[in-house]
């Protein structure tokens, strides 16, 4: 199962919005909904803010958004804020029945 | 307030075993499916291995099949990874994580590191 493919990188000004991207294939972004995404802070674990492409859990800030095109997911943070600086993951139920993420991309507030 | 604990990390030479351990408390672990998640130094994370909240069904990454058993204790609260027949790519920092709805692992462990190597 190959990881999905997610920019290496993405930026923006405080207040600016950045969306990540995360493709996969017909076997499993394409075909599921049981999408999420994570943000990593440097030396943490992950923590989950999206789940099922675009629904937040309770203690997320709406400014964190998900979404979802044949087997393209993308991650949309709104009013960026300095602490949202992070590496996020994406994450996908696949067809092998078991979860594959993404590459990672570092976001940076500039 | 949900805690998940791993331990049992360390140095291993390759071919040798460990056993992780991951405690959980704060939340009814019998009603839960678990999942073992590695993430090498610089690299994402990376699936390994889940269970269901009675232990009845496991699953495990291809790359760690027939070497790595995943198990559970819900009388002591506690997820268990077995792991035999380690080599130097299996050195990662290694995450215990809450399944929560729709796939997502909502609550992690802090990670323990395991390093295989001479």
């Known amino acids: 199962q190959s990881a999905l493919t997610q920019p290496p990188s993405a930026s923006g000004s405080p207040g600016q919005s950045v969306t990540i991207s995360c493709t996969g294939t017909?076997?499993?972004?394409?075909?599921?909904?049981?999408v999420s995404w994570y943000q990593q802070h440097p030396g943490k674990a992950p923590k989950l803010m999206i789940y099922?492409?675009?629904k937040r859990p309770s203690g997320v800030p709406d400014r964190f958004s998900g979404s979802k095109s044949g087997n393209t997911v993308s991650l949309t943070v709104s009013g960026l804020q300095a602490e949202d600086e992070a590496d996020y993951y994406c994450?996908?139920?696949?067809?092998?029945?078991?979860?594959?993420f993404g590459t990672g991309t570092k976001v940076t507030v500039l | 307030e949900v805690q998940l604990v791993e331990s049992g990390g360390g140095l291993v030479q390759p071919g040798g075993s460990l056993r992780l351990s991951c405690a959980a408390s704060g939340f009814t672990f019998s009603s839960y499916w678990m999942v073992w998640v590695r993430q090498a130094p610089g690299k994402g994370p990376v699936y390994v291995s889940e269970?269901?909240?009675?232990?009845?069904?496991?699953r495990y990454a291809d790359s760690v099949k027939d070497r790595f058993t995943i198990s559970r204790d819900n009388a002591k609260n506690t997820l268990y990874l077995q792991m035999n027949s380690l080599r130097a790519e299996d050195t990662a920092v290694y995450y215990c994580?809450?399944?929560?709805?729709?796939?997502?692992?909502?609550?992690w462990g802090q990670g323990i590191l395991v390093t295989g190597s001479s």
């Open positions: 099922e492409i675009s």
């Open positions: 269970i269901n909240s009675d232990g009845s069904v496991t």
């Open positions: 994450s996908s139920y696949a067809r092998s029945n078991n979860y594959v």
């Open positions: 994580a809450r399944g929560g709805y729709g796939g997502g692992y909502d609550y």
């Open positions: 017909s076997s499993d972004v394409g075909t599921y909904n049981l």
